[in-house]
């Protein structure tokens, strides 16, 4: 098995269970937007995507409508939503052991990196990450290709062998794949073992205790 040395993690459905926060300020919005929709059970495609693609996917926006729906999301996901959200079981204690092999851990995500980091320091996970990127509030870097791009230009003294990127979508794997680098797909989040398999990711896990299997044997060897 290899060696990794820098951990990728997604946040939403990966990290902590954004279901509430996510789904309630999509509804909020979507009421702005003139559109009723009572089920939040409905909404969790959500999770995952850019907010921009998922409103032009789930409700035919075009730009200009989908930005709008964004800000309103934005109004309520600020002041409440990103609060409305959990860790999984056994996270904290997965971090701090990755931390403890002296693994150099970073966040991955889609969300605004300025909201990531408060759920971090939120959730007082913040101190074992080495760095958080995220998407920029104009709607730029959402893509996940992106992002892994953008970290793996910062941890240019490792080569793409080292690094390895967990997430719970399809978007995570495609990233990973796109950049070169591995990936561990977690059937514990918001993607389906059928979509995470399609995208063929390196591993595919059912829960918190299995990454941490992966990635110690993977420093042992």
Known sequence: MKKYQV???????????PKIGITKSVQYALQKM????PD???LECFIGPPLKVSFAEYYDFNEENAQRAIDYYRERFKDKGMFENKLYSNISLLLKSLKEQQYTLVVATSKPTVFSEQILKYFNIDQYFDLVVGS???????AKTE???YILDKYNKYKLDDFVMIGDRKYDMIGAKNTGIDSIGVTYGYGSFEELSDSHPTHIVNSVEEIKEILIASKVE
């Open 136 to 142: 920029n509030l104009d709607g730029t870097r959402t």
């Open 147 to 149: 992002i892994i791009q």
């Open 34 to 37: 003139g559109i009723d929709e």
């Open 7 to 17: 951990i990728l993690f997604d946040l939403d459905g990966t990290l902590s269970d």
């Open 40 to 42: 939040i059970d409905k």
